[in-house]
Nanobody, 125 residues
Framework: QLQASGGGSVQAGGSLRVSCAAP????????MGWFRQAPGKEREFVAA????????DYADSVKGRFTISRDNAKNTMYLELNSLKPEDTAVYYC????????????????????WGKGTQVTVSS
């Protein structure tokens, strides 16, 4: 349903942009988010964006370094990753929720309705 792409390997301090596309369907009805999962760890929230893009939220660990955005006309969501650290190494997943009110969404993996296959981001020191 959702396809994440754009991951890769970079050195600490570098940048990447990952994308999430929804081939054959529209993402505009959904609030969307990014999660990540490092080896041996639980999947965790990274960033979220409301249906129209007017509201965003970030995990404290990425605030000021990552930027979430979306282009509903292209049915695509993005995550710009800057000032990358080795601890950002993980598989990054995009997800969506059909919940109506963005302010009421609890951004945990169990609350998402749609998921994409992840894309690997590796940051070396």
């Amino acid at each position: 349903q959702l396809q994440a792409s754009g991951g890769g390997s970079v050195q600490a301090g570098g940048s990447l942009r990952v994308s999430c596309a929804a081939p054959g369907r529209t993402i505009s009805p959904y609030h969307m988010g990014w999660f990540r999962q490092a080896p041996g760890k639980e999947r965790e929230f990274v960033a979220a964006i409301s249906r129209t893009g007017s509201s965003t939220d970030y995990a404290d660990s990425v605030k000021g370094r990552f930027t979430i955005s979306r282009d509903n006309a292209k049915n695509t969501m993005y995550l710009e990753l800057n000032s990358l650290k080795p601890e950002d190494t993980a598989v990054y997943y995009c997800a969506g929720t059909s919940q109506v009110a963005y302010s009421r969404v609890v951004w945990s993996p169990g609350n998402m309705n749609y998921w994409g296959k992840g894309t690997q981001v590796t940051v070396s020191s």
